[in-house]
């Protein structure tokens, strides 16, 4: 299905977004709409190429042009996974799209798209910017053709430096930090979250919200409440879905915690969530390239509590504008929190710092002026490598593999483990 929005006009630099991913709106799909909505304010005219008709519709209310497919990738955790058929009508599509449209650079905007727009975008000379919002294992680098790209972004230092030393050259790699909109942290019509969940004005209310899966680590943050709970009033609130949600609430009946515990469902109008009467936002992922949801926290003038890994600790600083902890470590957690309860004047100086610091070092703003420079910067160079080129290369990177890995290093990914 094809959506236009706009007159077909050529006048300005047209910008081809491709997005693959699940039909939901999270990190990676937000990250792209505020790019979209910078890309028409900086007189780009970007078109919006993805599978998810929840983006699809959400670009549409900002004025975007949108293609609307159900893409084809090779050996991908989603079937059909070895539909060469419909993967080859897929590149004769995307060479389609780039000629009728004029497009002038291809913004990848995960790692998928990359597959079958990296082998498109070197016949027809266009180049290619990949998008990465998570960390791609090398077998995943080597099959969806990362090294035929013409820049490879990062949200953080993170992201790109599980690449392998001598993988790429240093100008194609980039770190872009995610921007935070303002807008969408603030709300007229805050929810009532201390009501929500029965608090009294003494009560700590704590609130997490974001995806119930694994690596969130949100059972950590349960067992801490059950630490706490015999000494303080507290209590938590938990905003969110995935595979992990009936095991939480189990957790919760096990350990007698249904009266500090509630669960809500995740909710589009996010700004009346950082702005309800909580007390502060912690997440403690043992694994996060970013962490988008943090950052609109603090943006929202929130205390924070998260994890001292890779990719927070590029944004926070232990102390100074947030609380760090080990991931896993239950004690320190509850130190922390603790931290917090009794000492209110820590609690407001951690959110105004980390607001100021959010508010200057991560805007939109500042995101999309970087951006506007890599793709004037691609637009303007002599490019790149050609498709032999970029072939030639690719074969060698594979028979180095071979030698050095085995057949383990050729093998696609069965399960969904990123975007």
Known sequence: MTV?????????????????????????????????KKAKENQYSPILWCNSEILATKAMTLGV????HNFVCLG????????FRAFFQQLIKAKKIIQQYNISIVHCNNGAPCQWMMPVCKLTDVPLVLH????????????????????IVGVSQ????????????????????????????????????????????TDFVILYMGSLIPRKAVDKLIHALDK???????????IGSGSDESKLRSLVKELKLSVNVQFFASSDDVGAIYASNVDCFISVPTEEVFGLTLAEASMAKLPIITTNIVGINEIYTDKTNALLVKPNAIDELVEAIK????????????????????????????????????YQALLLSEHKYSLYQSIT???????????NKGYKALRFSWRKSHD
């Open 228 to 238: 706490l709970k015999d000494n303080y009033a507290i209590k938590l609130t938990i």
């Open 393 to 403: 290369q690719h074969m060698i990177l594979l028979v180095k593999a071979l030698l």
């Open 4 to 36: 236009h929005l706009l007159p077909h006009h050529i006048t300005r630099n047209r910008i081809l977004y491709v997005h693959y991913g699940d039909n939901w709106l999270r990190g990676s799909e937000i990250v792209l709409l505020d790019l979209l």
């Open 65 to 68: 042009e949108v293609i609307l």
């Open 76 to 83: 991908y955790w989603t079937k059909p996974r070895w539909s």
């Open 158 to 201: 993170s992201v790109i430096s599980l690449f392998n030393d001598n993988e790429f050259q240093a100008k194609q790699l980039q770190v872009i930090y995610n921007g935070i909109d303002p807008q969408r942290v603030i709300s007229n019509t805050p929810r009532d979250i201390r009501a929500e969940v029965c608090a009294k004005k």
């Open 339 to 374: 931290s917090l309860i009794e000492n209110p004047f820590l609690r407001k100086k951690l959110a105004l710092k980390a607001h100021a610091h959010i508010e200057k070092s991560f805007s939109l703003t500042h995101q999309f002026n970087i951006f506007d420079c890599t």
């Open 132 to 151: 990465l919002h998570a960390r791609y294992m090398f077998r995943d680098r080597l099959t969806l053709l990362f090294h035929g790209a013409d820049r």
